[in-house]
């Protein structure tokens, strides 16, 4: 059971798929922990970053060098942003599309 409040996100929801690619990523040398995915419907991610406060966020490698405001954000309580290789087939935009058109 989780204990954040708000709570995480359930593991059983449609958008797990997201979490599964974003845990499951040895080349990095390390073992992601993913409490869970959260979507939101902002532009950008601030608000629920603001809100949940995690310790890292994930981001694909296509967004090396862009000077991302989540950045700003996670600063503010030591969080970090993580850029993972991106995986064929396995766009986090696209399965969470999916994930919105299943209900």
């Known amino acids: 059971m989780c204990q954040h409040r ?3 996100p359930a593991a059983n929801r449609p958008d797990r798929e997201a979490a599964h690619t974003v845990a499951s990523h040895p080349e990095q040398g390390w073992i992601l922990l993913c409490n869970g995915v959260v ?3 902002d532009d950008t991610p601030s608000r629920a ?3 949940f ?3 890292l966020f ?3 490698a ?3 060098g862009a000077d991302l405001d989540e950045a700003t954000v996670l600063a503010e309580w030591g969080g ?3 850029l993972l290789p991106l995986v064929a087939h396995h ?3 696209r399965i969470i599309r999916v994930a919105r058109a299943a209900g």
Do not use: E, I, N
Request: include cysteine; charge should be neutral; proline fraction near 8%.
């Open 80 to 82: 970090h942003v993580v």
């Open 6 to 8: 708000p709570a995480c």
């Open 49 to 51: 970053l603001a809100t």
């Open 91 to 93: 766009s986090t935009t």
């Open 39 to 41: 979507v939101f419907d």
């Open 62 to 64: 296509d967004y090396q």
């Open 58 to 60: 994930v981001k694909g």
């Open 53 to 55: 406060r995690p310790h």
